[in-house]
């Protein structure tokens, strides 16, 4: 079990981002090299955005082709139990960066809360191992000017968007170089209505992809950074929609074209949702492709996943192409379809071929992992555990969790749901009735059986009432 006061013990934390930078001074050696001795593994992280379990080939997608994703797992691992974060975007990019679940993560709901000088990243890890750190694409962890923006927290080159509501836009009038405004050849709109009023919008003149701009900046960040070890964190916006379509009368799945699927009879919004996934797989081809070129693939660790599940946004039908796959629910519900996502890991010479791993992860697993590669220390109050043995085929030598747990934020609502081996309970209020679900014979989650098994209910709330701890920032939230 986690204990609550050690995990919210703020000064441990700040303690170790002020002695991190003392460690960087000494040496510690790296696990794994190459064809160079001197040389650690690169390593890049892709992160699609609302992209479902069944979205890709590797995970029993029929008709939307994802040739290169389908590639990179044949030539590494996929996993079929990794969860993301949250259920939504923010707090699940939170977990990611700071080991932390939403039990104990700063950020549990889509609020702009930015993250605090005292949380330690995983790039700020990176940085100080001697890794040069990018991040091209989705933020939504800091505003301009607060505490949390990309180059406070670690990162050497930021281009995208900091917010998330503006992030709905693929033609924005503008996006963020570092701590700057970059002015794009868009003309929009802005929302003068809503949840997204002053913030988001969509575009009467569309010129600048920013899909294809993020791609455009992944490779030259390679290019760049191809003599010393590198850390990228590609954190693309497809295949969320633009929420705000309905101002220009037009669907959410903003694409430049629909690609193979143009000529099909399926809905508009069908063919945007398709071609945007195909044309992101053809990216990450693209800069599979580059590392080879520069003789890099083979000194490079590539993780791909998504930040949860499914939407049902900007006039797109989630079932239309199965994308929660054998699931229950999509994004905003913490049933599987909304947390459960795609893992896809490949690492030349290190990982195993072809091989498919069901070893219940998450996103704040990432940190200590990659901590481990690099063999630098990662901070000891976090919740993930390193993947390294699994990732390396010793999967005999890998410790598991005892549980995985979440909580979602949203208004005065807090939703909570855990894993214990292969049970799920998941409840909609910490006071509420517990759902229980058995997911070796029920993936689908759709049989509850917590009438059946009483004894496994108690237990399970027994871990609720210590796998969190009070969050006064949710609080504040929840008053608003």
């Not at 996929?78 to 993301?84: E, I, Q, S």
């Not at 959410?252 to 992101?280: C, F, N, S």
């Not at 085929?393 to 909580?407: C, D, F, I, R, V």
């Amino acid at each position: 079990m986690w204990e609550d006061s050690r995990l919210n013990n703020l000064t441990s934390r700040r303690s170790f981002l002020k002695n991190i930078g003392a460690a960087a001074t000494m040496t510690f050696t790296p696990l794994f090299f190459c064809s160079k001795p001197s040389r650690r593994s690169n390593i890049i992280y892709i992160l699609a955005d609302d992209l479902g379990y069944g979205d890709l080939g590797c995970y029993g997608q029929k008709n939307i082709k994802t040739p290169n994703l389908d590639k990179m797992a044949a030539e590494g691992i996929r996993f079929t139990d990794h969860y993301a974060g949250s259920t939504v975007c923010a707090p699940s990019r939170c977990c990611l960066m700071t080991g932390l679940d939403t039990g104990h993560a700063r950020i549990r709901g889509n609020a702009t809360v930015p993250l605090a000088p005292e949380d330690v990243t995983l790039p700020e890890l990176l940085k100080t191992a001697g890794y040069s750190t990018g991040l091209i694409g989705k933020w939504g962890l800091g505003e301009a000017d607060s505490t949390g923006v990309p180059n406070k927290k670690g990162f050497d080159y930021f281009f995208g968007y900091l917010n998330q509501i503006r992030a709905y836009n693929y033609y924005p009038d503008f996006l963020w170089r570092n701590e700057k405004k970059v002015k794009l050849n868009n003309v929009n709109v802005v929302a003068d209505q809503g949840y997204a009023k002053g913030i988001g919008s969509a575009a009467t003149k569309r010129v600048d992809y920013s899909h294809d701009l993020f791609s455009r900046e992944a490779l030259q960040f390679v290019e760049q950074n191809k003599d010393n070890p590198f850390f990228l964190y590609l954190a693309y916006t497809i295949p969320h929609a633009n929420n705000e379509h309905w101002i220009v009368d037009q669907h959410g799945l903003e694409v430049p074209d629909y690609g193979e699927y143009a000529h099909l009879d399926w809905p508009e919004a069908q063919k945007g949702h398709a071609a945007m996934i195909t044309r992101m797989d053809r990216d990450i081809g693209r800069l599979l492709a580059k590392l080879d070129e520069l003789n890099l693939d083979q000194n490079t660790l590539v993780i791909f996943s998504s930040d949860n599940g499914p939407h049902r946004e900007g006039l797109n039908d989630p079932d239309y192409n199965d994308s929660n796959g054998p699931l229950r629910g999509i994004k905003r519900d913490l049933y599987e379809g909304g947390i459960r996502v795609p893992m896809i890991v490949r690492w030349p010479g290190h990982c195993p071929a072809g091989a498919t791993s069901n070893l219940p992860s998450a996103f704040w697993d990432i940190m200590p992992t990659l901590a481990e590669i690099v063999g630098f220390p990662a901070p000891e109050n976090i919740n993930g555990l390193s993947l390294l043995p699994t990732l390396t085929g010793k999967s005999e030598e890998q410790k598991q969790h005892a549980y995985l747990y979440w909580e979602f934020h949203e208004g005065k609502s807090t939703h909570q749901a855990i894993r214990v081996h292969n049970w799920k309970g998941i409840r909609f209020d910490p006071r509420g009735e517990l759902e229980l679900y058995d997911l070796s014979t029920d993936i689908g989650e759709q049989n509850n059986v917590a009438k059946a098994h009483p004894d496994i209910v108690a237990k399970i709330k027994d871990i609720l009432a210590q796998a969190r701890q009070p969050n006064d920032v949710w609080k504040l939230v929840s008053q608003l």
